[in-house]
């Protein structure tokens, strides 16, 4: 239950109110916003929540157990402050919110009615709708290692201990030509084998989407042409001349471990647990119980 100070709980009890929602949402990169449904600012907690958003909010929607209570707040996709590439690009995932009701004629009368993350962005043309989770959220979060015979760790992280900065693993070139919205040639990776990248990552440099890294579906080797696959269309167009560093990729499967990495001390997986098959199988009269696959 929500404790409210004396002078908010005089306002609620008054009968006439002056309230309004405050949101201060803080990205991960550090980057602190405050809106507010009123129109005009508001300022507390030395932030200051702007109208110009036009966020208005849903109910909340609380229960009991531990399910994930949720808000929507909804509004218009500015250039300046909230814009579609923002959300494209991922900068609002996850986002820290913290939901206030404020008394607008004074804003020392307030109350933190919770704490939460940004989750799904659902996108239309000239608007948004950003669901606010309760922290209850985390509680369907896998922690800890995963009991699978594929690794669990990232390649290049400390756990895989591959250097994959490594000239072996690391590349370099230019965007040649276009092959769709996410597929290009490239200029500077011909020494690299058919694949090598495949399920990698790719940093660009140059080019709009410098500063940003995405992820490599496919790439391929043929008459001394490499061309690379992105896994998503990148938010912003690529271009001929972009400039990019690429990593190699690992399918976490032990004989890639072993042959591409040189590095199966290392394997975080449990490549001989039983599959989905043994626990189909069933005893027949011509064998098969050998333990082998079926």
């Known amino acids: 239950m929500k404790s409210l100070s004396p002078q908010l709980q005089g306002h609620l009890d008054d009968g006439t109110t002056t309230l309004s929602w405050c949101w201060r949402i803080t990205r991960l990169d550090g980057v602190v916003y405050g809106f507010t449904d009123h129109d005009r600012a508001l300022a507390f907690g030395d932030t200051v929540f702007e109208p110009e958003a036009g966020l208005t909010a849903s109910e909340i929607r609380s229960d009991s157990d531990l399910s994930v209570d949720s808000q929507d707040a909804e509004g218009v996709l500015r250039s300046d402050r909230i814009n579609e590439t923002d959300i494209l690009d991922g900068l609002w995932d996850n986002a ?28 239309g043309r000239v608007s948004f709708v950003a669901e606010v989770r309760s922290m209850a959220h985390v509680l369907g979060q896998t922690l800890g290692r995963t009991y699978q015979s594929g690794c669990d760790a990232a390649v290049g992280d400390t756990r895989c201990g591959v250097n994959i900065e490594a000239a072996a693993y690391r590349g370099s070139g230019v965007v040649a030509g276009l092959a769709g919205d996410r597929g290009f040639t490239t200029s500077g990776l011909a020494s690299f084998a058919s694949g090598w990248f495949a399920l990698g990552t790719i940093a660009w440099s140059e080019g709009a989407n410098a500063g940003r890294i995405a992820e490599v579906a496919a790439h391929d080797l043929a008459s001394g042409v490499a061309t690379v696959q992105l896994l998503e269309p990148p938010v912003r167009g690529i271009a001929d001349g972009d400039a990019f560093v690429i990593r190699a990729g690992c399918n976490k499967r032990i004989e890639t471990c072993a042959s591409k990495f040189s590095n199966v001390a290392n394997f975080r997986g449990f490549p001989n647990i039983p599959g989905q098959d043994a626990v189909i199988r069933f005893a027949t009269k011509s064998g098969g119980h050998s333990g082998g696959v079926l």
């Open 96 to 123: 820290d919110v913290e939901v206030w009701r404020v008394n607008w004629a004074d804003t020392a009368q307030r109350a933190l009615l919770r704490r939460g993350s940004i989750g799904e962005i659902r996108r």
